[in-house]
C-alpha cells in the first residue's frame, strides 16, 4: 500500500478508443476526482474546474498549455 494516488491512476487500463485518447486517462481520472473532491460533479462542471484552476494544474502536473482538457473531453 505505498502507492500513492497517481500511481494507483497510471495503471488503470485505458478502455477508450484511440480516438478518443487526447489526454492520458490518468489525468483525466486525476482531475474528475480533484473536481468532485471540491464539490464539482459532472463533466460539464469537471471542465469548469479545470478551466478555473487551468495554470495551477497546468504547472503542478508539467502539462503543455494547450494540452488542458475541458468539458467536451473530461468525461470518461
Not at 497517481?6 to 488503470?12: A, F, G, M, N
Not at 484511440?18 to 471540491?38: A, E, S, Y
Amino acid at each position: 500500500m505505498g502507492t500513492n494516488l497517481i500511481e494507483q491512476l497510471r495503471v488503470v487500463e485505458d478502455f477508450r478508443t484511440k480516438d478518443g485518447q487526447r489526454h492520458p486517462l490518468w489525468l483525466v481520472l486525476l482531475f474528475v476526482i480533484m473536481g468532485t473532491m471540491n464539490g464539482y460533479v459532472g463533466y460539464r462542471v469537471w471542465g469548469d474546474f479545470v478551466k478555473r484552476h487551468r495554470w495551477k494544474l497546468i504547472k503542478t502536473f508539467e502539462i503543455q498549455k494547450h494540452g488542458i482538457l475541458y468539458h467536451s473531453t473530461s468525461h470518461v
